[in-house]
């Protein structure tokens, strides 16, 4: 149980995917401009991040490292990746063709979206997701859920920022992509203050 | 266009972190020294290198339809091969640049380089377009990584400069004791350099860039109406 909540508030807070490592950053200035579209960008991306990891953590442990192709671990993660993006907008184009319209052309890029793959090679690593012997699968899937979650949150607060900075006028050589980093920076700086979460647990 | 300006533009003009603003992951996150800065451009620049001669060599054999995963794969296959090669011969660069090596595979300048101009023109003009690209990567890189360095840890490319090593400013880019460097410096750092390339350009009466279609390597292969929509709401 502790484990649990550890990884949860871990993935979430103190190492959050946009804010503390700097990974994702592209959807994440891109797409923030709306609170719905922050939103289904957020879920689309813990969803593809999930099921990511579902398939490429037993690909690493039971394909790849028995038989020595360690090396294969980009090619075959990336296009593992790629693959579900394509059926996640399938099946959004079916299912939900207001959200598939939404997101438009954000939904491939999560493709190339910095943090999916990271989180991939990261729940394989034991700092990450600790070796829990048979259960480290589902805690590898928590970590996954738990980054997810964290870049959801992160798109959100940012969506609300945004529209604080659309309201103001910032100077000249500042005004829109400047002016939002330095937006994340102050907010990437907010979360620093959950560094010491670890050792109060 | 002429040759010189296929391999000039990619370096200042549409360089393609400040005025493009692709591959913006690596540059806020490893640009905390001048070292890393260097291993990840020369690393970035090889992929990019050879995956536009690769691509620019099977433009007219690959599909239309299945190309952005026979980009990925060749790109992949490009990327691996580097990963090895830095993790070989020279491990103390490679440690902290782990992670990030792996990135390049999803590295936009990459994919969008390959989508926009490999796929549509010769050989040597894409080698060209490839290392104009790869010299502005660079450029944006190190000039990054030298701010941070210089003036968040007092040090260059790891020698400690006398006075500015008392007064320097850790937010921007020193590496804290429990060794994960804060996200703020490279945001801030980021900004600043492309407030100061929005001002030059501004001069210059150039469009400034924005966050949108324009850098998108999937721009078209995307249905263009709905990219237009987006930028009238």
Not at chain 1, 169 to 178: I, L, M, N, Q, V
Not at chain 2, 107 to 130: H, P, Q, T, W
Not at chain 2, 177 to 201: C, D, E, R
Not at chain 2, 215 to 229: F, Q, R, V, Y
Request: include cysteine.
């Amino acid at each position: 149980m502790k484990e649990f909540i550890l990884i949860l508030v871990s993935s979430v807070l103190v190492n959050n995917y946009v804010l503390s490592q700097t990974l994702g950053i592209c959807p994440f200035l891109g797409v923030s401009k709306k609170l719905n579209q922050a939103v289904g960008m957020g879920m689309a991306v813990t969803f593809v991040m999930v099921i990511a990891t579902a398939v490429t953590w037993p690909i690493q442990n039971f394909i790849l490292s028995s038989f020595d192709l360690g090396y294969l671990q980009t090619i075959v993660f990336i296009l593992v990746i790629a693959a579900l993006v394509q059926l996640v907008e399938l099946f959004l184009k079916k299912a939900v063709p207001a959200l598939h319209k939404a997101l438009g052309v954000y939904l491939p890029l999560i493709t190339t979206n910095c943090a999916v793959l990271a989180v991939c090679i990261n729940a394989l690593k034991d700092n990450n997701v600790p070796d829990m012997g048979s259960a480290t699968f589902l805690y590898a899937l928590l970590y996954a859920f738990g980054s997810g979650i964290g870049f959801l949150l992160a798109m959100v607060m940012f969506a609300g920022v945004r529209e604080r900075i659309a309201a103001s006028k910032p100077p000249k050589a500042f005004e829109g992509t400047p002016i939002t980093l330095i937006s994340a920076a102050i907010v990437s700086f907010a979360f620093l203050g959950f560094e010491g979460l670890f050792s109060k647990l | 266009m002429n040759r010189s300006s296929v391999l000039l533009k990619g370096i200042i003009k549409e360089n393609p972190v400040l005025v493009l603003l692709l591959g913006t992951c690596p540059t806020i996150a490893i640009t905390y020294n001048v070292m890393n800065a260097l291993g990840m451009a020369v690393s970035a620049a090889i992929v990019l290198i050879c995956s536009n001669i690769a691509i620019s060599l099977l433009r007219k054999l690959i599909p239309a339809n299945v190309r952005i995963p026979c980009y990925i794969v060749i790109i992949a296959g490009f990327v691996t091969i580097v990963q090895m090669l830095c993790e070989a011969y020279f491990p103390a660069i490679y440690k902290p640049l782990e992670l990030f090596i792996s990135l390049i595979v999803v590295n936009c300048i990459i994919l969008g380089r390959a989508e926009m101009y490999a796929s549509k023109n010769s050989v040597l003009d894409s080698f060209l377009d490839a290392v104009g690209m790869a010299i502005g990567f660079a450029v944006a890189l190190i000039a990054m990584a030298s701010i941070r360095e210089i003036f968040g840890s007092g040090s260059f490319l790891g020698f400690e400069i006398p006075i500015l090593k008392d007064y320097n400013i850790p937010i921007l880019g020193a590496v804290p004791p429990n060794g994960k460097v804060y996200g703020f410096g490279g945001f801030f750092v980021f900004a600043i350099l492309i407030a100061i390339v929005n001002k030059i350009m501004s001069k210059k009466k150039k469009p400034k860039a924005e966050f949108g279609c324009e850098g998108c390597p999937m721009a078209d292969s995307c249905n263009k109406t709905e990219c237009e929509k987006e930028e009238a709401e």
